[in-house]
């Protein structure tokens, strides 16, 4: 369908139908250590670093043992950063017992949880307010190059150490990007990558295709906006309108990602306190540009804007065979992730220099990963393994 035509008929009916949202307004949000770390009684201490195009971000670093026990020692550094639409709260949602966070701060690692800009952790910059067009100028090549590899700069500076890096979905984007320059490469021991995407032109999450089809990237920037927020009116009633009538949105996270097996479902409502985070519409059309053309390659801004800023008339794509082929890699992958699409996930293992170590579980979805009330049994404890395994000459 034509564009145009689509905003219109969307524009008539935010302003004619009466259309419920499934998605609280507001969310409860102080601080990541405050509203999930501390209650759990696991220690908690907020870090801020500004970014070279002066974002400020947010980075939790996470203990279990009391800190301030003089006997108390930070296990090896570890870096967790979440996807698209989440923010470092991912990570502990569920019970201690089977969150992630909490599971590798149980097993010594000295936590560090990532949060990207636009997210409502890392809302801050020096001059720009987030209601500036320019404060949601970026994609996801923005928070590979400057978020996380500033973020692992700063670890790795205060922990004096190589870093192991946690990524899931966006999150493995952004460590691709970033792990193809040298000198981020180097200060990373090995990487787990849970739903690892660099190619997206499989993509069968059902709310996504209809999205990507009716070009709401296009869509949303008609209606002036900058930033892709499932909280606010507009967009509430956008979804709305794209789900009425096409599919069952009831459950959101499902139409988004694709089935999920393991994640239990009467917890819908109080993830749905945190997730989804705002992301920015460049991101979002960043990655329906891969998604329509099957390319892991910088943004598109067109010929005439490519020839400006790339000298190229295409965005140049990335090179996966530039990471480092010494750097341990482990990937954990499912078989009904509507995101990380098994296709696409061997397309990146084609393209990468070596084979990582590989966890394939045929019955998990996107969120499952992240979110599965087993997933400490079924994926944890076999990256905890792989990182174990890289220190194995140590006292560690
Ligand atoms: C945290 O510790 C306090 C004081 O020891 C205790 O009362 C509370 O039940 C603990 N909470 C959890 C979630 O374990
Ligand atoms: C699922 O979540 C609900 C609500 O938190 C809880 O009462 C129930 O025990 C959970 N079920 C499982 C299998 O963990």
């Known amino acids: 369908m034509n564009w145009l035509l689509a905003v219109v008929l969307t524009v008539f009916t935010i302003f004619s139908a009466g259309t419920q949202s499934h998605l609280p307004r507001e969310s409860p949000i102080n601080s990541l250590c405050a509203d999930l770390i501390h209650p759990a009684n696991y220690s908690c201490t907020e870090h801020t670093i500004q970014t070279k195009d002066g974002y400020i971000l947010a980075l939790q670093r996470v203990a279990s043992s009391r800190t301030d026990n003089p006997s108390f020692q930070y296990g090896p550094p570890v870096l967790l950063q979440h996807g698209l639409f989440m923010a470092g709260d991912a990570w502990f949602l569920n019970s201690p017992k089977e969150s992630l966070g909490f599971v590798l701060a149980d097993h010594g690692f000295d936590v560090w949880v990532g949060n990207v800009r636009g997210t409502r952790y890392s809302y801050g910059h020096v001059t720009l307010s987030e209601t500036d067009k320019e404060f949601w100028d970026w994609s996801w090549q923005d928070l590979a190059m400057f978020d996380l590899a500033e973020m692992i700069q700063y670890l790795y500076s205060i922990s004096n150490s190589k870093i192991f890096l946690v990524g899931h979905s966006q999150g493995t984007i952004m460590s691709f990007t970033a792990l193809t320059q040298p000198n981020v490469a180097e200060m990373v021991e090995a990487a787990a990558l849970l739903c690892p995407i660099s190619y997206l032109d499989h993509v069968t999450a059902p709310l996504v295709e209809r999205m990507v089809?009716?070009?709401?990237?296009?869509?949303?920037?008609?209606?002036?906006?900058?930033?892709?927020?499932?909280?606010?009116?507009?967009?509430?009633?956008?979804?709305?309108?794209?789900?009425?009538?096409?599919?069952?949105?009831?459950?959101?996270?499902?139409?988004?990602?694709?089935?999920?097996?393991?994640?239990?479902?009467?917890?819908?409502?109080?993830?749905?306190?945190?997730?989804?985070?705002?992301?920015?519409?460049?991101?979002?059309?960043?990655?329906?540009?891969?998604?329509?053309?099957?390319?892991?390659?910088?943004?598109?801004?067109?010929?005439?804007?490519?020839?400006?800023?790339?000298?190229?008339?295409?965005?140049?794509?990335?090179?996966?065979?530039?990471?480092?082929?010494?750097?341990?890699?482990?990937?954990?992958?499912?078989?009904?992730?509507?995101?990380?699409?098994?296709t696409d996930v061997e397309h990146t293992l084609a393209k990468l220099p070596t084979r990582p170590e590989l966890l394939y579980l045929e019955n998990y979805g996107h969120i499952d990963f992240v979110l599965s009330a087993s997933a400490k049994e079924d994926v944890y404890k076999h990256m905890i393994q792989f990182f174990r395994a890289q220190r194995k000459y140590s006292s560690w």
């Open 213 to 342: 089809f009716m070009h709401l990237d296009q869509m949303v920037l008609a209606l002036g906006l900058h930033q892709i927020n499932f909280r606010s009116e507009t967009l509430v009633k956008l979804v709305d309108s794209l789900c009425e009538g096409h599919m069952d949105c009831t459950d959101f996270l499902t139409s988004i990602t694709g089935k999920n097996c393991c994640f239990n479902a009467s917890k819908i409502e109080y993830y749905l306190d945190y997730e989804p985070h705002p992301s920015s519409v460049k991101n979002i059309r960043h990655l329906f540009q891969m998604i329509r053309k099957g390319t892991f390659a910088q943004y598109d801004y067109g010929y005439l804007k490519n020839l400006l800023i790339y000298g190229l008339s295409k965005p140049p794509e990335f090179k996966l065979s530039l990471i480092p082929a010494s750097l341990p890699m482990w990937m954990g992958y499912g078989g009904y992730d509507g995101l990380a699409d098994v």
